[in-house]
T-cell receptor
Framework: LAKTTQPISMDSYEGQEVNITCSHN???????ITWYQQFPSQGPRFIIQ???TKVTNEVASLFIPADRKSSTLSLPRVSLSDTAVYYC????????????FGGGTRVLVKP | EPEVTQTPSHQVTQMGQEVILRCVPI?????FYWYRQILGQKVEFLVS????????KSEIFDDQFSVERPDGSNFTLKIRSTKLEDSAMYFC????????????????FGAGSRLTVL
């Protein structure tokens, strides 16, 4: 399983864009990159997933360079409710295989 | 939006007792999982389950733990002879992907069951 490295924490202010970069130098050909969000005392919640280039949904964008050794989650115009821990996970997507959560990035959005 | 439902939301038990945590996965999902998160620590994989069998398990998932799908809707985690260090949030998750189809696996997690062992 590819190991991921991401910042421990980030502070931001309401209305700003937050970009969290995750390094995964040993990503395998079959691996997908998935981001989850977790609020205190709640289960992780899927945000976005990608394999290469750029993926965008109603919540976030995910930028993946050609070498796929890193990825950047972009949260546009954050609000206080976006304060959470964000996890970058890399895996081959085979159903049933475990997802390994790292320490995540704790994002604090300030007023 | 379909949800994974977990009960109880909080259980307090005495050390040495057995607990059963219950989960109702999303109805058309095929794979089921248990994870746990000790307070302030990482989310840790325990076990995955498919077609009435354990698909993969971690080193944490020893003989103290067992999983079962007793009927068509419930998925349970049994913890025998609980220890203080079993105190944690236990998350159930499910995913809808067949092992034999392409694509990427996305898990839907429940809200968790908080287990407190005294």
């Amino acid at each position: 399983l590819a190991k991921t490295t991401q910042p421990i924490s980030m502070d931001s202010y309401e209305g700003q864009e937050v970009n969290i970069t995750c390094s995964h130098n040993n990503i395998a050909t079959n691996d997908y990159i998935t981001w989850y969000q977790q609020f205190p005392s709640q289960g992780p919640r899927f945000i976005i997933q990608g394999y290469k280039t750029k993926v965008t949904n109603e919540v976030a964008s995910l930028f993946i360079p050609a070498d796929r050794k890193s990825s950047t989650l972009s949260l546009p115009r954050v609000s206080l409710s976006d304060t959470a821990v964000y996890y970058c996970l890399v895996g081959d997507g085979a159903a049933g295989n475990k997802l390994t959560f790292g320490g995540g990035t704790r994002v604090l959005v300030k007023p | 939006e379909p949800e994974v439902t977990q009960t109880p939301s909080h259980q307090v038990t005495q050390m040495g007792q057995e607990v059963i945590l219950r989960c109702v996965p999303i109805s058309n999902h095929l794979y089921f999982y248990w994870y746990r998160q000790i307070l302030g620590q990482k989310v840790e994989f325990l076990v995955s389950f498919y077609n009435n069998e354990i698909s993969e398990k971690s080193e944490i998932f020893d003989d103290q733990f067992s999983v079962e799908r007793p009927d068509g809707s419930n998925f349970t985690l049994k913890i025998r002879s609980t220890k203080l260090e079993d105190s944690a949030m236990y998350f159930c998750a499910s995913s809808g992907l067949s092992r034999y189809s392409s694509g990427a696996n996305v898990l839907t997690f429940g809200a968790g069951s908080r287990l407190t062992v005294l």
